[in-house]
């Protein structure tokens, strides 16, 4: 058994982690032993591992922060759930490594049947997606949203999420190549960011009122999303991938009157009642089950090679998500 530990935080996340033997653990009343089916290296586990995310576990620690198992063996007292079934991990419990204990109570069953690798993902970015849709502005059918990130995993299921609630979408990116598979997606409107995507966003969308902008860059792309908006839109700031501040020119702020918020998921996490994150996680995952969401996949690692997998996952310019299996 192997898991993916990092006993201090650095600069260079792949430096800090490394995988280390561990011997199974006796099961306790209640617990069950979990092999790990498919975990997701997030940009929120790369900044855990150099200390700069927004809530830090205790030292030390096994990276990872969500992913799916099956289970295959009950700990005293527990017959459910069943032997070989998939369940989706709980946050918290250091997810990159071949196995691990949890609570049988802790446990979401999955459908066995599903693409293991596609619920993985289920816990983070489709909810942020999905809750950015619908949290601030209230869209009708037919406006507009811009992004930008476009490709990446919350921007995918954003394209999707978009689509079937009948809203557009114009998907900021940093490579033509990703024009095409994005509009396979269902993207309306794809483009290369640069200093004059105001003008393409307006000619390509002919001038259409964009009331919600969405960031996960920070630095100056803020700044050239901000002047796509609308008078009185919103912009919504949730990743910082480029590692600087937010930009909003003064005309975007004093003029437009543009409103800048943030979106925090473990933030909606405290505030949403049981019934809310139930029923969210419950249309998302029969989305992802079924095939109708889903995020593109750049690779999958081995627990054993999590240096490498937490490198390529540091790095820009993916096509998608690294995945860790066991
Ligand atoms: N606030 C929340 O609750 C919450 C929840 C989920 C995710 N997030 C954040 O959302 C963002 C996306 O997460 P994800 O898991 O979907 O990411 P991902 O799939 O790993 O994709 C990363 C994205 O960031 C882009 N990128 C990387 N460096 C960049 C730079 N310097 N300038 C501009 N773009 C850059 C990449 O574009 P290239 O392909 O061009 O490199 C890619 O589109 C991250 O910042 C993450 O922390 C926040």
């Given at each position: 058994m ?14 800090v982690?490394e995988?280390?033997e561990?011997?199974?653990p ?11 089916l ?39 007292s ?9 369940v ?8 990159w ?55 990446s995993?919350?921007?995918n ?5 978009a ?66 908006l ?12 480029s590692?600087?501040p937010?930009v909003?020119?003064?005309?975007v702020?004093?003029?437009k ?19 809310q994150?139930?029923?969210?996680y ?9 095939g ?5 996949i ?29």
């Amino acid at each position: 058994m192997l898991k993916a530990e990092y006993q201090v935080r650095g600069p260079v996340p792949h430096d800090v982690i490394e995988a280390v033997e561990f011997s199974q653990p006796e099961l306790q009343e209640g617990e069950v032993l979990l092999e790990l089916l498919a975990a997701p290296i997030n940009p929120s586990d790369v900044l855990t591992l150099t200390g700069d995310y927004g809530m830090l576990p205790p030292l030390p620690a096994i990276g990872g922060n969500e992913g799916v198992a099956k289970v295959v063996q009950h700990g005293p007292s527990v017959d459910s759930p069943a032997l070989e079934q998939t369940v989706l991990l709980p946050v918290g419990i250091g997810t990159w490594a071949t196995h691990m204990v949890a609570n049988a109570n802790a446990l979401t069953p999955l459908p066995n049947e599903a693409d293991p690798v596609q619920l993985s993902m289920i816990t983070v970015n489709p909810p942020t997606a999905s809750l950015m849709l619908t949290e601030f502005v209230d869209l009708k059918e037919g406006d507009w949203v811009i992004q930008n990130a476009a490709n990446s995993g919350v921007g995918n299921y954003l394209i999707q999420l978009a689509k079937m609630k009948g809203l557009k979408t114009v998907n900021v990116v940093r490579r033509e190549s990703l024009i095409d598979p994005l509009k396979e997606q269902g993207a309306d409107v794809v483009l290369v960011d640069g200093e004059n995507l105001h003008e393409e966003v307006a000619a390509q969308t002919e001038g259409a009122e964009i009331r919600l902008g969405i960031d996960a860059v920070g630095g100056s792309g803020t700044a050239r999303l901000g002047n796509c908006l609308a008078n009185e839109a919103t912009l919504v700031n949730y990743g910082m991938m480029s590692g600087k501040p937010c930009v909003l020119s003064p005309h975007v702020i004093i003029f437009k009157d543009v409103t800048i918020r943030g979106f925090w998921l473990a933030k909606w996490f405290r505030s949403a009642s049981k019934e809310q994150q139930m029923s969210l996680y419950g249309e998302l995952t029969q989305l992802v089950a079924t095939g109708k969401l889903h995020a593109p996949i750049h690779a999958s690692y081995a627990v054993k090679d999590i240096k490498q997998a937490v490198e390529v996952a540091s790095q820009g310019e993916r096509n998608g998500k690294v995945i860790v299996t066991p």
